[in-house]
C-alpha cells in the first residue's frame, strides 16, 4: 500500500495513496496539501550579543 505525506502548516500526517486521491477536495478544504518532499528550512539563530552590566556598590543599612 502506497503512502503519501500531507502537510499543514508545521503539522505532517501520512494517509494511503488511495484515501488522498478518493478525496482530493475535502483535504484541500481542510487545509492539507500534499507534501513536495523538499526539506524546509531552518532558521537561522544569531546569538545575541552578551552585554555586562556594570557593577553597582552594594548599599548598606545605617545603625541607628
Same mark, same amino acid.
Given at each position: 500500500?502506497? *503512502? ?17 486521491? +478518493? +478525496? ?26 552578551? *552585554?555586562?552590566?556594570? #557593577?553597582?556598590?552594594?548599599? #548598606?543599612?545605617?545603625?541607628?
Amino acid at each position: 500500500m502506497e *503512502m503519501v505525506k500531507l502537510v499543514k502548516g508545521d503539522r505532517v500526517i501520512e494517509r494511503p495513496k488511495v484515501d488522498y486521491e +478518493n +478525496n482530493i477536495k475535502m483535504w484541500g478544504i481542510r487545509g492539507w496539501k500534499l507534501d513536495d518532499g523538499k526539506p524546509k528550512a531552518q532558521p537561522k539563530v544569531e546569538p545575541k550579543p552578551v *552585554m555586562e552590566e556594570p #557593577t553597582k556598590p552594594k548599599k #548598606t543599612k545605617k545603625a541607628e
